[in-house]
């Protein structure tokens, strides 16, 4: 269901027959809404609403107001400066003011003026050092003659990095700082302000080797991402190594015995971008069928007919309704039964049918599963077992080659806020399943019952400090490995190794790359580049000769 901060209708009184009601095209409308925040996310919110009589014989007596959040308080209105109480129904997470109109001006062009205001906690988002505004559109507000926007925030705040609409006026005081937008009120008004969010997290996992013979097993890290870099705190144990997949996962390996159990804790930190400004690691295009983007003629010809992957995330916020009542369901229904069914479908049937139709459109397109951070989970829904997770898309863009990600499932039920063009500082990606649709598994599925958590994530005070690069030489006769011995990985880096310069495009941690016809250096080469493992044995050689010419001395 979506939610609307909508102007839902008004009703008029036609003098000679009372209970007839006319167009709202009878009326001439004037918007003009405030949004004045504190340093917390609190709203208090003021719209004033003029509404000019285009005939001489019909004015209003009602008029309904229908907001997007189920709590909102200290509703007031007044109609042409006069105190009136209105009516205040909340169902779920839309609050409804019905509001008598008494006294209205009466006659050919003259108008009458309500005031409402209340408070809300529900337009701001605050993650750490940054804090995200979502305005929900007014309906019918492009068919105003004026629709002005005016919010204020407190001189506290970040910098404003984005804002979905452009802002016509912008102007600061001692206290606060003021942005106006003129128009566009069919669309949602989303505002960042501050750059990046960090996250700590706390993944738990359970590894098994049920066969009779010694077995490699491997567990999906969060990876790096064009929106996000990890950190690795602590893993333990250590895998083996953590390798990267085509879709730029890190899968990190471990030896198990026969009929084993390993449990792996791995505490990471997160920072996340809405917008893709760092490198992404994945190697692939994935394109084509697989379980759950079924390429069935309903697709291909959804495909056909929408274009472009702008139309389809369009397409999605109008055609599929999320179902809250399946977020607990298991069973995933794939691509063609969301096309078949629009009315069950969750985050994941959002997904899947985006991916499935852009493939069909020869788009390159995979889905995430990940985790979000958000303090509304009615607007902006997760799926749900025992750790809750989310599922979203991301598509190579035709031109740039720049890998994507886009939410219709939150554009949709937030009644249209900006997904599309970026995402918001709360979605941190888990694992990206292009190659297959269902593997790597994510954070939260390794677990033999499905009681407990495996996923702990808190948000940082401080924003998250990429550490320096660490790594060291493990020889193996002709061939040698330049292993990342740091906490994040290695990206971009010309490395001089022995007087012989070594180029890393991309290395994770505990990852390993290849090194042929390693030339031999000086002994500091050797002591720095190849660590205490091939030093001790010479510190000790030497420690032995002293004492051999100083016992024959004696």
Request: aromatic content about 10%.
């Amino acid at each position: 269901m979506k939610k609307f901060f909508a102007l839902l209708s008004t009703f008029y009184f036609l003098l000679s027959t009372p209970h007839s009601s006319h167009a709202i095209s009878e009326f001439r409308t004037n918007m003009e809404t405030t949004y004045e925040f504190d340093e917390v996310g609190n709203a208090n919110i003021s719209h004033i609403i003029g509404l000019t009589n285009n005939l001489s014989h019909i004015y209003p007596t009602t008029y309904n107001l229908s907001v997007s959040s189920g709590d909102i308080k200290d509703v007031k209105v007044a109609v042409m400066g006069d105190s009136v109480s209105p009516q205040v129904d909340s169902q779920n997470s839309t609050t409804s003011i019905h509001i008598p109109v008494r006294n209205p001006k009466i006659g050919k062009d003259q108008k009458t003026t309500l005031d409402i205001s209340y408070n809300t906690l529900s337009f701001a988002e605050i993650i750490g050092e940054t804090i995200s505004l979502t305005l929900p559109k007014t309906a019918k507000g492009n068919e105003a003659e004026t629709f002005v926007r005016k919010v204020i925030v407190p001189n506290t705040y970040p910098e404003l990095s984005y804002s979905s609409i452009k802002v016509n006026e912008a102007s600061s005081s001692a206290q606060s700082r003021s942005y106006v937008f003129t128009g566009s009120g069919d669309q949602n008004l989303t505002l960042h302000f501050g750059t990046t969010a960090s996250y700590d997290l706390k993944l738990s996992y359970l590894l098994k080797n049920n066969t009779s013979i010694a077995a490699t097993s491997e567990l999906a890290l969060p990876p790096d991402t064009a929106y996000q870099r990890v950190v690795i705190n602590e893993i333990s144990p250590k895998p083996t190594e953590i390798v990267l997949d085509s879709d730029g996962n890190w899968l990190a390996r471990y030896q198990l015995p026969p009929h084993s159990k390993q449990d792996v804790i791995a505490d990471l930190s997160i920072i996340v971008s809405p917008t893709p400004v760092y490198f992404d690691p994945s190697s692939s295009a994935p394109m084509g069928e697989d379980t759950y983007w079924e390429q069935s003629s309903s697709v291909k010809r959804l495909a056909t007919n929408l274009k472009n992957p702008e139309n389809l995330y369009n397409y999605l916020l109008e055609s599929l309704s999320y179902d809250y009542a399946q977020i607990s369901r298991q069973k995933r229904l794939g691509a063609a039964a969301a096309l078949a069914s629009p009315e069950s479908a969750i985050c994941t049937e959002f997904t899947d049918l985006f991916v499935a139709t852009s493939r069909a459109m020869g788009i390159p397109s995979r889905a995430i599963i990940g985790y979000a951070v958000t303090s509304n989970n009615t607007l902006k829904p997760q799926g749900s077992n025992i750790d809750i997770l989310h599922a979203y898309p991301e598509y190579q863009d035709p031109s740039s080659k720049v890998w994507k990600s886009v939410d219709p499932t939150w554009g949709h039920t937030t009644g249209g806020s900006e997904y599309f063009d970026l995402l918001d500082f709360g979605h941190i990606t888990f694992v990206r399943w292009g190659s297959s649709s269902s593997y790597p598994l994510p954070a939260g599925s390794y677990r033999e019952n499905r009681a407990g958590k495996q996923i702990e994530v808190s948000i940082r005070s401080e924003s998250l400090k990429i550490p320096e690069i660490s790594y060291k030489i493990e020889p193996n006769n002709e061939i040698s490995y330049l292993v990342n011995t740091g906490r994040s990985a290695i990206i971009n880096e010309k490395l001089l190794i022995n007087n012989q310069e070594v180029s890393i495009v991309y290395l994770p941690p505990f990852g390993k790359q290849q090194i042929s016809n390693l030339k031999p250096g000086s002994w500091q080469d050797l002591f720095h580049e190849y660590g205490t493992f091939i030093m001790i044995p010479f510190v000790l050689l030497l420690i032995s000769l002293f004492y051999l010419i100083w016992k024959k001395k004696c």
